[in-house]
């Protein structure tokens, strides 16, 4: 550190001398005191780095010119003396600068750090080591006597560089080697998530087989873990993809202000975290299949039912919807099978057969039987009414608004019922098995309608501050729109659109089985078509008929569920059944007699001519023509029987030689006479 007099600093400065003396009491710059070569009292010394950087390099270029000035004066180059003490010179400024430029590109941390540690030099600057001891104490500093010494020693040398901590210096460097961290990595950086005890254990295996010496600590993995690999790569290796979006995937922003109230509907399912008790006294947790406003967020049709979701419910929860809100334009729904199936969104491969309803009306009764006359009905609901159909992203809750409805539903409505379950078995109240003891668990129907209630007191509670819609509730958002109603025709469209369409299954010898029921449907009119495969349609809240349909899409008849006949009719009603299944059996086969007796008689004469004229025909498409017989060599074959033929003539020759002359007695004739088939048995028969 270089030190410059008190009164070259003054016109180093261009300053006064007061002004300089106020900068050194208020460590505007650093100075120190040392003893007047002249005797009297001592004299302020200003350290060179304290000062600005242009009053430094005024200095040094000043320094220069006087050695310049003085070698010519003495008329020759400068001596060795001059040029050593110029480079200790320049060295020490170039030094100072170093110093100065680690103090100034130093942390903000680290700067404050210098700074108070530069005030205890300069208040310690005079004192001995008990003065110093009392200094800490009375000021609290987190240092001893020998660490001040050490800070006098290092700012003497150094100036404020030489306070500055050693923080960081290694930044960067880790005693863990590369590739042992890699496998330590590869190990904790799993789903199943592996502790941090037993990655280390894995990677110190690894160490000890490759490296000698002591592997690093775990603290060492864990550090450099938290240091080189980022927080978003960790969470999503150990926490897995989905847990990733939550926290921390992108999440598109909707611009719902460009939509109108019911114009997009989103659907999807919910399991309640309430006990029900059903009629017959089962206990359940229901399911809840809604339907939601994506920009006011209003339910806007919903279906509560015990067993698990499947398109029935989604179809009748549409219903509901369209009954009370009319059709919406679009539709946002997940991916699951259930929604995608043919009847609702077309499916993966939809099939969208047309039917005839004039066939319909001709058969319907006055049963009440809802209907729809139009020119034709396609199976997919959504693509005959008109309804656009987006499938969300896969396992994405966030895409769904539904999905934080379903959380509010949650927390207003179901913590407030007895039979709460939680959300998990770490969560469940422990009075939930004395409610169900104690029969406190709610009635079935009685929750139909508390839910009925709740979901018009939900629609109604304004969103929060931060919300996009702030301080308005849905049913405020809704009536601001006031958007008009797509309602269909005719409400039997609805009725006939809401109806599953089966799979195509074969008529069978009892009639078509309905798989996904377990149960047969038969009608007199499927007698013709066993073996064919058809559709079934069928109201999904009364599955005694069902319209049957063809393949290509024509009615064939309403069919009637088949009930089971007791094997043994020991009373009137199975009496009455067995007699009907007679009757259907003996109807049935009459009707295909019938339809056998209705071909075509055809005698045997002419269905021989028929093949032989069909045979011809084959051969001159394919312009095949059969020639003429020719003239064959015959070649007479030896066998070794040929001589037991020749014994049996002779045989028989010498037997009527020497044989006594006997009546001839003719042979009965046969009881019935062989007629020859072929024209061969016809020659043989007339030859013998």
Not at 7 to 33: F, H, T
Not at 245 to 267: F, H, M, P
Request: charged residues 30%.
């Amino acid at each position: 550190m270089t030190f410059i007099p008190f009164a070259d600093c003054v016109a180093l400065l261009g300053i006064s001398q007061p002004a300089l003396s106020k900068k050194i009491k208020l460590s505007y710059v650093n100075a120190r005191q040392v003893p007047n070569p002249n005797g009297g009292r001592p004299v302020w010394e200003i350290a060179l780095e304290s000062l600005p950087q242009e009053a430094q390099d005024r200095y040094w270029q000043q320094q220069r010119l006087a050695a310049e000035v003085a070698a010519k004066k003495r008329g020759g180059r400068p001596s060795k003396a001059q040029k050593e003490a110029q480079a200790r010179a320049e060295a020490e400024a170039a030094a100072e600068v170093a110093a100065t430029e680690a103090y100034i590109t130093a942390p903000g941390w680290q700067r404050d750090i210098v700074d108070d540690r530069y005030a205890v030099v300069q208040d310690t600057i005079d004192m001995g080591r008990k003065a110093i001891a009392e200094y800490i104490r009375a000021n609290n500093i987190q240092a001893t006597v020998g660490t001040v010494y050490r800070w006098r020693r290092a700012f003497k040398e150094q100036g404020k560089a030489g306070l500055l901590t050693a923080y960081g210096n290694r930044k960067g460097e880790s005693a863990v080697p590369d590739d042992v961290f890699s496998k330590f990595v590869a190990i904790y950086n799993s789903e199943s998530q592996p502790s941090s005890q037993t990655a280390y254990i894995a990677a110190k295996g690894w160490f000890d087989e490759h490296y000698s010496g002591t592997c690093p600590s775990l603290k060492a993995f864990e550090y450099r873990y938290k240091r080189d690999i980022p927080e978003v790569q960790r969470y999503m290796a150990r926490f897995g993809e989905s847990a990733y979006n939550r926290k921390y995937g992108y999440s598109i922003t909707r611009d719902l202000t460009s939509l109108t109230a019911g114009e997009v509907a989103v659907g999807d399912h919910m399991q309640l975290d309430v006990l029900a008790r059903m009629p017959d006294g089962r206990v359940v947790r229901p399911w809840l299949t809604a339907w939601c406003d994506m920009k006011s967020r209003r339910f806007m049709g919903w279906l509560l039912h015990p067993e698990a979701p499947n398109s029935d419910h989604i179809l009748l929860s549409f219903k509901n919807m369209a009954e009370r809100f009319g059709l919406p334009r679009y539709i946002y729904i997940d991916n699951g099978k259930d929604y995608r199936s043919k009847d609702f969104a077309g499916g993966r491969n939809a099939i969208r057969p047309e039917y005839n309803l004039d066939r319909i009306a001709s058969l319907v009764e006055d049963t009440g039987t809802q209907v729809l006359f139009k020119t034709k009905i396609v199976s997919n609901l959504t693509a005959e009414l008109g309804i656009g159909v987006q499938f969300a992203i896969p396992y994405g809750a966030q895409s769904k608004v539904i999905e934080r409805r379903f959380e509010d539903h949650h927390d207003k409505f179901e913590r407030l019922l007895d039979g709460y379950t939680g959300t998990n078995t770490v969560k469940r109240p422990e009075n939930l098995k004395k409610q169900i003891k104690s029969d406190k668990i709610l009635p079935y129907d009685e929750l139909c309608q508390l839910l009925e209630r709740f979901l018009q007191v939900l629609d109604r509670i304004p969103f929060g501050s931060k919300a996009i819609m702030a301080n308005c509730s849905p049913v405020e958002i809704w009536n601001k729109d006031n958007p008009a109603l797509r309602r269909v025709s005719d409400p039997r469209t609805l009725a006939l659109f809401c109806m599953r369409t089966s799979r195509p299954v074969k008529v069978g010898k009892n009639g078509v089985k309905d798989s996904d029921l377990g149960v047969i449907y038969w009608d007199d009119a499927l007698v013709s078509h066993k073996g064919e495969r058809v559709f079934l349609r069928r109201d999904m809240q009364n599955y005694r008929y069902a319209w049957v349909y063809s393949e290509s899409d024509e009615l064939i008849c309403r069919a009637e569920q088949q009930t089971l006949v007791k094997p043994i009719a020991d009373d009137p009603i199975s009496k009455a059944e067995l007699a009907e299944g007679m009757r259907r059996k003996r109807a049935e086969k009459k009707a295909v007699k019938a339809l056998i007796k209705a071909q075509e008689d055809i005698t045997n004469e002419e269905r021989i001519r028929m093949l032989e004229a069909g045979v011809a025909a084959i051969n001159r498409e394919r312009g095949y023509e059969e020639p003429d017989e020719p003239a064959r060599t015959l070649v007479m074959q030896q066998t070794p029987l040929d001589t037991r033929v020749r014994e049996q003539e002779r045989y028989l020759k010498e037997a009527t030689t020497n044989s006594p002359v006997l009546p001839i007695i003719d042979a009965p004739a046969p009881k019935k006479k062989l007629l020859p088939c072929t024209a061969t048995q016809r020659d043989y028969q007339n030859k013998n």
